[in-house]
């Protein structure tokens, strides 16, 4: 007789499937997924952490020890991270301007709500001659700060920090084209949202390729979270929670990255990211205790000793959110 293997357990098998899906990726940005490991795992346990302990916890990604030691390499060369040495092995930490770095990441992903809009817009202006490389070099960084573009001598922000924004330059290697960009602050408008507001935003970005990201965030994340409130007694495996939460936390990342976090008067009525952030939270919660198992018996520093979860991270997302709002 043909024996069919057991299927796996409901609330398990979505899990594994997210897992199966990012291992059988043909490239993975391992320097991209480290930096979600140390703002998310590593930051609030003091942020650093022995090259062998990061290795072990990517490992069940079928990331390799040495894409992991070069990716981290090159982090250190872009002064994301330091060296320490204690002994004969050494401790990666975060950098002055790397943890200055995480900070700011961390209000936009772990915020209980979208900023506020004080209705004025943040411009920043291409003034003089940039060559064509140097141009396309700060249209990339600004992009992957959530600005949008007025033909190529504009870049419009509804709420960004300016001089953060000029800081995240220095940091890509783009200081010397400083002298080329001119912040501004437009004028309060105080009339309410009008015509222009409505108009600016459709000329400056795609809304319809980050809805499309957004809504596939959901299906890919949706099927997770419905089985853990289905079933809210079962475990979920220590390590497949930790692997699970940095995919999730790693995924937001990159799309808020994109997002200008333009205020609800400025979006479609259907837009999609408010479902993706309250399902970043709850499900992320429910990932939590496990997952922080998982990083107690296996995170250790170049000592051999196990860092302890700052308190003032434990809870990273409020518990007051209406995530009653997320229809499955």
Known sequence: MRRFPAPLPPVIAPIKQRLDDFRQQRRVQAGSLIISAFGDAILPRGGRVWLGSLIRLLEPLELNERLVRTSVFRLA????????????????????????????????????????????????????????????????????????????????????????????????????????????????????????????????????????????????????????????????DAEDAFLVRLLLIHDYRRLLLRDPELPDVLLPGDWPGQKARLLCKDLYRRLLPAAERHLEATLTLADGSTPALDPAYAERFPQDDPLAAISL
Request: negative net charge.
């Open 77 to 236: 060369k872009e002064e994301w991270l330091r060296t320490e040495t204690v002994g004969r092995r050494a401790d990666y930490v975060l950098t002055h301007s790397g943890r200055r770095r995480f900070d700011e990441a961390s209000r936009h992903i772990y915020a209980s709500h979208a900023p506020i809009w004080d209705r004025r817009w943040r411009l920043i202006l291409v003034v003089g001659d940039l060559e064509p490389k140097a141009r396309d070099a700060i249209r990339r960084a600004l992009f992957w700060q959530g600005f949008g573009a007025l033909g190529n001598e504009c870049f419009v922000h509804p709420s960004a920090d300016l001089t953060a924004a000029f800081d995240a330059l220095v940091a890509e290697g783009l200081g010397e084209q400083l002298d080329h960009l001119m912040p501004l602050l437009a004028a309060d408008s105080r009339s309410g949202l009008s015509a222009n507001d409505a108009d600016l935003v459709r000329r400056a970005w795609d809304l319809q390729e980050l809805a499309q990201a957004y809504a596939g965030f959901v299906s890919t994340y949706l099927p997770i979270l419905a089985e853990l409130r289905r079933d809210r007694a079962v475990e979920v």
